[in-house]
C-alpha cells in the first residue's frame, strides 16, 4: 500500500465506523503491518503529552522517517466525535507527519476500540513510527501498553504524577519515563521518586530483570531532551528484536484486539437479548419479587448460550 492521505483518511474512517467493511480492511492490511513501531505515549491530563508528541513528531521527520499520529481523545456526549479533533498543540509538526484523531466513544481505558485497526492501516500505508497519544484517563491507561511496542509514560513535577504511576501499575509496564517541564521546580524530586519506586519493583520481583525503564528529563516547550527520548525509544525497540521480545509484544496487542472485539461483540448481544420479550418476562418477575436477581441471571446465560 501507499500513504496517499486522502485514502488512508477514507480508510480510517471505514476502520471506525466498523462493521463488514472494517473487517476487509483489517485482512488487507494485516500482513503488511507488521513492521512499523507502535509507540504509546501516556500519562495524566495536563503532563504536555500533545507538545512532546509534536516535538517528537518532528524529531523523527529530521531523522528521514514517516511518522503518524493517532491521538484518542474524549467524546462528545452529542456527536460521539473526538472533542479535541483540531489537535492544535501539534500544529507545529512537520507536514510530512499524518495526525488522526479518535474518539474514545466511551470505552474505559482511553482507547477507542478502532485504535488497533487504525495503528494497522497506517503501518500498512508505510508510516513508521506509528505513535498513540491517549488521553489521560487515571488508572486504566495500562491499556496502551498492550497497543503498542514502547510505552511512553509522561509525568509533570509538583503533581503527585510518579506516585500516581506507581498506583495504575504503570511502572511495571512503561519502558521509557519522561518527566516533562523540567524546568519547574521538583523535576529532580520527580525523578528521584521514579528511581526509588523503579529501585523498588526490581526488589519485589515486579520488575524486568533485564531492562530497566529509562527516565529523561524534558522541556517540551522548547524541545531539551526530545532528541534523548528519542534515542531511548530506539534503544528499546533495538533491545526487543535483539531479546526476541518483540513477538511476544505484538501477540499480547492481538490479544488485546481479539478482547476488545469480543467485548463488543457481547455488549451488542446482550443488548439484543435483554430486549426480548423472554427477558422482559424474566426482567419484571425480578422486579415484582416473584424471581430472584440470581434467577434472571441463569436466565440470561441460558439466553446468551443460545445464540449462534
Known amino acids: 500500500m501507499t500513504g496517499d492521505r486522502r485514502a488512508v483518511g477514507r480508510l480510517l474512517s471505514l476502520v471506525e465506523r466498523g462493521g463488514a467493511e472494517a473487517e476487509q480492511i483489517a485482512e488487507l492490511t494485516h500482513a503488511a503491518s507488521r513492521d512499523a513501531h507502535v509507540i504509546g505515549i501516556t500519562g495524566a491530563p495536563g503532563a504536555g503529552k500533545s507538545t512532546m508528541v509534536a516535538r517528537l513528531v518532528a524529531e523523527s ?110 511502572l511495571e509496564v512503561a519502558d521509557v519515563f519522561v518527566v516533562n517541564k523540567a524546568d519547574r521546580p521538583g523535576a529532580d524530586d520527580t525523578r528521584r521518586d521514579l528511581e526509588l519506586m523503579l529501585e523498588l519493583s526490581h526488589v519485589t520481583g515486579q520488575g524486568n530483570a533485564d531492562f530497566r525503564p529509562s527516565i529523561v528529563m524534558v522541556n517540551s516547550l522548547d524541545g531539551t531532551g526530545v532528541d534523548e527520548v528519542a534515542a531511548r525509544i530506539e534503544a528499546h525497540r533495538a533491545y526487543l528484536e535483539h531479546s526476541g521480545r518483540l513477538h511476544a509484544r505484538r501477540c499480547r496487542r492481538v490479544r488485546f484486539e481479539l478482547a476488545s472485539r469480543a467485548g463488543l461483540r457481547f455488549e451488542r448481544d446482550l443488548e439484543t437479548i435483554l430486549g426480548s420479550p423472554t427477558m422482559a418476562a424474566v426482567i419484571d418477575d425480578v422486579a415484582a419479587g416473584t424471581a430472584t436477581p440470581a434467577a434472571g441471571l441463569d436466565a440470561l446465560a441460558a439466553s446468551l448460550a443460545e445464540r449462534p
Open 61 to 170: 521527520t529530521s531523522r528521514g522517517n514517516s511518522p503518524a499520529v493517532l491521538a484518542v481523545d474524549p467524546s462528545s456526549p452529542l456527536t460521539g466525535g473526538a472533542i479535541l479533533g483540531d489537535r492544535v498543540r501539534m500544529a507545529e509538526i512537520d507536514t510530512t507527519a499524518f495526525i488522526r484523531s479518535v474518539a474514545t466513544r466511551g470505552h474505559a481505558g482511553g482507547l477507542a476500540l478502532a485504535v488497533p485497526g487504525g495503528a494497522r492501516v497506517l503501518a500498512a500505508s508505510g508510516f513508521d513510527p506509528v505513535v498513540i497519544e491517549t488521553v489521560g484517563v487515571g488508572q486504566v491507561e495500562v491499556d496502551i501498553t498492550a497497543a503498542a511496542d514502547t510505552t511512553v509514560v509522561v509525568v509533570t513535577p509538583g503533581m503527585g504524577d510518579a506516585v500516581q504511576a506507581n498506583k495504575a501499575g504503570l
